[in-house]
């Protein structure tokens, strides 16, 4: 990988989130490591109203179909499928966050990524815990160049995205708006079109948002550069 494209991270809760919110940035950074958080069925089948309204009769066959639908969608941006043993909150059955923080930092020392992007924890409970987990470990791997991106689907709601900055505010880490570095040989249409044969992908999840529900997967995608109040302490004493 060269110095202008390294390796990317992308922390997703769901099998989709990545694609949905980072699908273009994906597309221009070919080997990137997805990692899934809830990616396990739970330990006794279930039908929940989410798995019916995708279309499943029960949990473990939503999990199956869905990993499947993620390896199809990875494939398309060149991506690799990393899978923690975690089940979303519709299981019933979720992680702490001190255990998901835990986790995730072991998974994160495995990787050869230097740039790390995690949900800005949006609206859904799933995404807020992942949040408050890679929170937990950001100043520990300060090392690593940190994102956050806005999740599609739920960054259009009224406040949300505001109250999460004020929440990075208060625990010390400044978020400045800004583009990861990416490939830029792959123009913007081809991004577009890459993104979309990704999305489509995603059957199950399209038919539960129903057309009008996910319109804001195709919209710009949006990040912010995180760091902590002391790194930047640090870096301008050093400039000095």
Request: charged share 20%; glycine share 4%; hydrophobic share 45%.
């Amino acid at each position: 990988m060269s110095e202008t494209n390294p390796r990317l991270f992308v922390v997703s809760p769901h099998f989709d989130d990545a694609v949905f919110s980072c699908g273009a940035l994906l597309a221009t950074s070919p080997d990137a490591a997805v990692c899934t958080v809830f990616a396990a069925p739970p330990e006794h089948d279930m039908c929940t109203e989410w798995d019916t309204k995708a279309g499943f009769a029960g949990a473990y066959e939503s999990v199956h179909a869905r990993t499947i639908e993620d390896n199809h969608a990875l494939a398309v941006l060149d991506a690799i499928p990393v899978r923690l043993p975690f089940r979303d909150a519709q299981y019933l059955d979720s992680p702490s966050i001190s255990k998901l923080a835990f986790a995730l930092e072991e998974t994160i020392y495995g990787s050869t990524a230097n740039t790390l992007l995690m949900p800005l924890g949006l609206f859904h409970a799933d995404h807020l815990l992942v949040f408050n987990a890679c929170c937990e470990i950001l100043p520990r791997l300060s090392h690593l160049t940190w994102f956050a991106y806005e999740e599609a689907i739920y960054r259009p709601m009224r406040g949300v995205v505001q109250e999460r900055l004020v929440d990075l505010a208060k625990r010390g880490i400044v978020a400045t708006p800004a583009y990861p570095v990416a490939d830029h040989t792959i123009d913007m249409q081809r991004q577009a079109l890459m993104k979309r044969e990704a999305v489509s992908a995603y059957t199950s999840q399209l038919r539960a948002f129903g057309p009008q529900g996910y319109a804001d997967v195709f919209a710009s995608e949006r990040y912010w550069r995180l760091d902590t109040a002391r790194g930047i302490a640090a870096a301008r004493r050093s400039r000095t």
